[in-house]
């Protein structure tokens, strides 16, 4: 069975850090883009930041300059380093993933985790 499993989100104050992590498990040959989204309450779904398996990255322009997505293909895991934290950083955060080659043969398609909370306040 493939999965994501996310961790690292908790409580933080203003200007604070935090690292989040998210590990694909399962017979995973590869995987194709991996990415961090977020749901704040009352609010839709949106793309924080992704990355291809080249290392080729994207993010949202609020947490430009502020969050750095990374990957270790060997551990299929992919991070979000938050620095600089504000209170609208409040939210769900999700790891995604898509294209995700398995060994016995197949592709997997846009993959979700279970979220992690991330709470900014003093």
């Known amino acids: 069975q493939v999965q994501l499993v996310e961790s690292g989100g908790g409580l933080v104050q203003p200007g604070g850090s935090l690292r989040l992590s998210c590990e694909a498990s399962?017979?995973?040959?590869?995987?194709?883009?991996m990415g961090w989204y977020r749901q704040a309450p009352g609010k839709q779904r949106e793309l924080v930041a992704s990355i291809t398996s080249g290392g080729s990255t994207n993010y949202a322009s609020p947490v430009r300059g502020r969050f750095t997505i990374s990957r270790d293909n060997a551990k299929n895991t992919v991070y979000l380093q938050m620095n600089s934290l504000k209170p609208e950083d409040t939210a769900v955060y999700y790891c995604?993933?898509?294209?995700?080659?398995?060994?016995?043969?197949?592709?997997?398609?846009?993959?979700w985790g279970q979220g992690t909370q991330v709470t900014v306040s003093s």
């Open positions: 995604n993933a898509d294209g995700l080659r398995l060994r016995g043969g197949g592709i997997r398609y846009n993959l």
């Open positions: 399962g017979s995973i040959f590869s995987i194709n883009a």
